[in-house]
């Protein structure tokens, strides 16, 4: 050995020694005392590796590896909390198991992509739980959750929180009212008897990506990647959700990509196909999933808000519609990789169709919004539903969309828009229900208790049926009458509405035969009250008559 290899030898084996001490996990702790199905689990992890930023996966990942008591492997990305480059960081695990029995699980951690650690194999056990877990496809009709049971949502959007300087015309001092915040809203949709909302992750709400500007007195200002006060806002919102029993479907949206937010700037239209653009929005998800992916509150992933509407922001120069159906394929596929749990998927457009974006694999439900035409719904919810053979959302609706007018002057319109929508949904082939827009003018005026009218129907029916819907074929002798009818095991229910400005006395025939009828209640859609009817048989076929709805007014009738 020559004597520049003793002077280069040592300290070579010593760079060799420290790297190989640099990447390794040194504890893993659970924390749940108990572990039971459908509820969270959590660990801490202590970790040391290198990193410039532990939230980009191409520099450092760590993954909890698992074996279910079926057979099932699954991935559970875990995420970053604090610590250092080079020394003893913390790192957190949640996890929702979906079956009882023993799991087998370790934790294993990569360095620019390559597995370099591994910790020691153990288990837990995981009692039997009497919650549902997490929402599924079902069918046209209904979601299904882990446990079976059947699920239709009921609610409204409840985008965000109160702004900091709203800039409706004629509202603004009531949208800036700080109570409307998810502590307060939250318990008012479910005293009202909703089940499920729509709310975004943007620059004035759950900011989870920019670091000031948030036009919102609830965030901070930070440098840190992802924002520690939304990030907090985050949790509450989760954990709030999960203990009302009430869902969301939380919209992604594109995040930020502005390098004064410390993110890779590219153009909107760059965003879509540029490789560092789509690899940093692939670390914004895995985020989100390994953080917030345990909660059964999260009723579905929704990538974006009226994607049509960013396609076309540059109206003489539009996104091409293949490449942002490209990329929703892309990462619809990504997240249904990632996301353990199989948690619903789904994108929005306002009202343009790009082609292909409603036949992409990994896409459960279509969605688009509807304004200034209620009844449009079941008809649009039916014919999407037949073309593209997955379930169909309306994810917004209203009387009105634009925010300059003063929605007093037709308020009644607003209202009778916001009740029909449901009633609408209720007997169309949808598993969510159109949820209305404005959600504090109708929380000032007090409409959306109504939303319990509808919800007392929504669970007779899935009580009756367990889940089974199937349309009865039915008729108004009466002009200008619009009927609906379904089946749901036993019962048929049938909704009628009469939409003139004076009274009727509809005669409602339906194809179901007479004598296997024993009992008719009438529902009255705005007291919520119950009166029996009169079965009519006439040459075999079933017949309502003999009653009156008064203008724009609707009922629904039980058999």
Request: hydrophobic fraction near 35%.
């Amino acid at each position: 050995m020559n004597i520049l290899h003793k002077l280069i030898l040592p300290g070579l084996i010593g760079l060799f020694a420290s790297s190989a001490f640099a990447q390794k996990i040194n504890a893993f702790k659970l924390l749940s005392k108990t572990i039971k199905q459908y509820e969270k689990a959590e660990w801490d992890i202590t970790l040391e590796t290198e990193f410039n930023n532990p939230y980009l996966q191409e520099e450092v990942a760590l993954d909890m590896m698992l074996t279910a008591p079926s057979g099932k492997k699954l991935i559970l990305p875990c995420y970053y909390e604090s610590g250092k480059s080079g020394s003893p960081s913390n790192w957190k695990a949640r996890f929702l198991p979906q079956e009882a029995g023993k799991y087998n699980y370790q934790f294993t951690l990569k360095k620019n992509g390559d597995q370099v650690y591994a910790s020691r194999q153990t288990s837990f056990t995981t009692g039997k739980g009497t919650r549902k877990g997490i929402l599924h496809p079902g069918d046209s009709w209904t979601f299904r959750f882990d446990n079976g049971a059947p699920f239709r949502g009921i609610g409204e959007n409840l985008c965000w929180e109160s702004r900091a300087n709203d800039d409706s015309k004629f509202f603004k001092a009531l949208h800036e009212k700080e109570k409307y915040n998810y502590e307060y809203l939250l318990p008012s949709l479910v005293k009202h008897g909703g089940n499920y909302f729509r709310t975004w992750i943007c620059s004035w709400n759950l900011p989870l990506d920019w670091k000031s500007g948030f036009n919102n007195h609830r965030y901070t200002a930070s440098d840190e990647y992802f924002n520690p006060s939304a990030i907090r806002k985050m949790d509450r919102l989760v954990n709030l959700s999960d203990s009302l029993g009430i869902f969301m479907m939380l919209t992604l949206g594109e995040g930020t990509h502005d390098e004064g937010n410390g993110r890779y700037a590219t153009s909107t239209a760059d965003f879509f196909v540029n490789e560092k653009a789509k690899e940093q929005y692939r670390n914004r998800i895995r985020f989100i999933v390994a953080r917030w992916g345990y909660s059964p509150s999260i009723g579905a992933w929704e990538f974006f808000n009226e994607i049509d509407n960013i396609q076309f922001r540059n109206e003489d120069n539009p996104i091409k519609a293949e490449n942002i159906v490209g990329w929703h394929d892309e990462m619809s596929t990504y997240l249904k990789k990632i996301d353990p749990y199989g948690h619903l998927v789904t994108t929005s457009i306002s009202h343009r169709d790009l082609e292909g974006l409603n036949s992409l694999n990994n896409i459960d439900f279509n969605q688009k919004h509807i304004y200034k035409n209620n009844r449009a719904l079941p008809v649009t919810i039916v014919s999407y539903t037949e073309k593209f053979g997955k379930p169909y959302v309306i994810g917004e609706y209203g009387y009105e969309y634009d925010w300059s007018k003063n929605f007093n002057l037709f308020a009644a319109e607003m209202d009778s828009d916001f009740k029909r929508g449901m009633w609408y949904g209720l007997f169309s082939p949808t598993p969510i229900l159109p949820l209305s827009w404005w959600w504090e003018f109708f929380d000032d005026r007090g409409t959306d208790a109504y939303i319990a009218r509808v919800r007392a129907i929504s669970d007779q029916m899935l009580a009756a049926g367990k889940g089974s819907f199937s349309k009865i074929p039915v008729t108004a002798a009466t002009t200008g009458i619009e009927v609906y009818a379904v089946k749901c095991g036993p019962k048929a229910f049938v909704y009628v509405y009469n939409p003139a400005a004076t009274i009727a006395k509809p005669v409602i025939e339906l194809a179901i035969p007479a004598n296997g009828i024993k009992k008719v209640q009438r529902y009255d859609c705005e007291t919520g009250k119950y009166t029996g009817l009169a079965v009519q048989p006439d040459e075999g076929r079933l017949q309502l008559k003999d009653f009156e709805l008064a203008p724009n007014s609707d009922a629904v009738f039980i058999l």
